[in-house]
Structure formats: structure tokens, C-alpha cells
């Protein structure tokens, strides 16, 4: 079974442009999740979606949005691109996005330069 | 809001000796994940605990969730430079609800 995959791998912005990142999560899992890594805050929740609605959000600006398609795949979208932004984005996928004793798949990421 | 501590923040280690990284977190966890990260890169699936007392081995590693389900422990016994990264905990801070909350990483490495 093909894992969790990301495109692109590697992308460079400069400030103010926006972003779409693309995930497409492992065949017949159904919850997609966004995590941002930095060097300073480490690894944050983004958002949860499930069944093409978001589920759960974290604390992050609205800036960042997201969206899922009815074969799970799913976009995040960051507008207005700031310095801060710079990151590693990581995608995760599980069946059913049910939380405890539910193993989340990593794929290899984004890595997004903003200059 | 549940915060995860991992102990230590780096380590170094020389080849074949055996090692252990601890995470604590600040409230009861529902579920406690180990991944391995190479720099860079996506995180790779370990082991998930649930239960309080629960032990789980693969291969050379070992994890452990004690049984007030707050403190959990990965050991490696021999250790080989495969074995470098960084390795992470996460939890589920919410029962039902996929939205883990790591710990910051304990960077390894192998000496030979």
C-alpha cells in the first residue's frame, strides 16, 4: 500500500504571495491532518478534515485554510505569506480520524521558504 | 492545554550501548505515539500505547506507558547508527479527537 504522499517537496515564496500545498493520504483512510514544524515551536496541529468538512482546528491564523475532496485528497492553503511561515508542513493520514488507539501516517512533507 | 516534556533534549551515545528517552505529560494521555523523524523528513510510525502498564518492542526498541498513563519511556538496547534521528512523542489530548500534541524531540546519535 503507497503511503502518505506530498507535493511538492520543496517550494520558495516571497511575502504576501499564497500558497497551495497537496496531500493525498494512504488508500481508504478517510481523516487527513495538517501539522506545521519550526525550529521554535516544533510540531503544531493545524487542522483535521474528515469527509470533506473540517473537524478540528488548531490555533493558527486564518490565513491558513484548508479544504478535502471526496476521494480524501487534501489542500491547505496559506495567504498572505509572512516570513514566520517558513516550515516544514506535514501531512497525516488515519481511517477514521477517531483519536486515541487510531495511528496517524506521516508523509515526507513540504518544505515551504518564505524570503 | 496538555503539554509533553521529553527528556533528554539531545543525546549521544557510542554504538551498541543502550539508551532511554522519557516523555511526561502534564494530564492523563489516551494515547501515546512514538515517531522517528530524520532531519527533514516525514515522521516514521514506532509504536502506540493505550493501556497504563502497557510495553510494546520492535525489533531493538522498546516503549512503555506506566500505569497513572502519564510518563512514558522508549529504550533501545544496542544501538546502531540506524537508530539516529529524533524521536518524538505525541498525544491525543482530546479522547476522540485526532489532533496530537508533541513533545519538543530528543535528537540521537550513534557514535561508532
Known amino acids: 500500500k503507497a503511503g502518505v504522499t506530498q507535493t511538492p517537496r520543496y517550494l520558495i515564496k516571497t511575502r504576501g504571495q499564497q500558497v497551495t500545498l497537496s496531500c493525498s493520504p494512504i488508500?481508504?483512510?478517510?481523516?487527513v491532518s495538517w501539522y506545521q514544524q519550526t525550529p521554535g515551536q516544533g510540531l503544531q496541529f493545524l487542522f483535521e478534515?474528515?469527509?470533506?468538512?473540517?473537524?478540528n482546528k488548531g490555533n493558527f491564523p486564518g490565513r491558513f485554510s484548508g479544504r478535502q475532496f471526496s476521494n480524501s485528497r487534501s489542500e491547505m492553503n496559506v495567504s498572505t505569506l509572512e516570513l514566520g511561515d517558513s516550515a516544514l508542513y506535514l501531512c497525516a493520514s488515519s481511517w477514521r480520524g477517531q483519536g486515541a488507539g487510531e495511528t496517524q501516517y506521516f508523509g515526507p512533507g513540504t518544505r515551504l521558504l518564505v524570503l | 492545554s496538555q503539554e509533553l516534556e521529553q527528556s533528554p533534549q539531545s543525546l549521544i551515545v557510542q554504538e551498541g550501548k543502550n539508551l532511554t528517552i522519557n516523555c511526561t505529560s502534564s494530564k492523563t494521555l489516551y494515547g501515546l505515539y512514538w515517531y522517528k523523524q530524520k532531519y527533514g523528513e516525514g515522521l516514521i510510525f514506532l509504536m502506540m500505547?493505550?493501556?497504563?502498564?502497557e510495553e510494546k518492542s520492535h525489533e531493538k526498541i522498546t516503549a512503555k506507558l506506566d500505569e497513572k498513563k502519564q510518563q512514558s519511556s522508549l529504550h533501545i538496547t544496542a544501538s546502531q547508527p540506524s537508530h539516529a534521528g529524533i524521536y518524538l512523542c505525541?498525544?491525543?489530548?482530546?479522547?476522540?479527537?485526532?489532533?496530537?500534541?508533541f513533545g519538543q524531540g530528543t535528537r540521537l546519535t550513534i557514535n561508532p
Open positions: 488508500s481508504g483512510h478517510r481523516s
Open positions: 478534515y474528515f469527509s470533506e468538512t473540517q473537524r
Open positions: 505525541g498525544a491525543d489530548p482530546i479522547q476522540g479527537a485526532q489532533k496530537l500534541v
Open positions: 500505547l493505550q493501556k497504563g502498564g
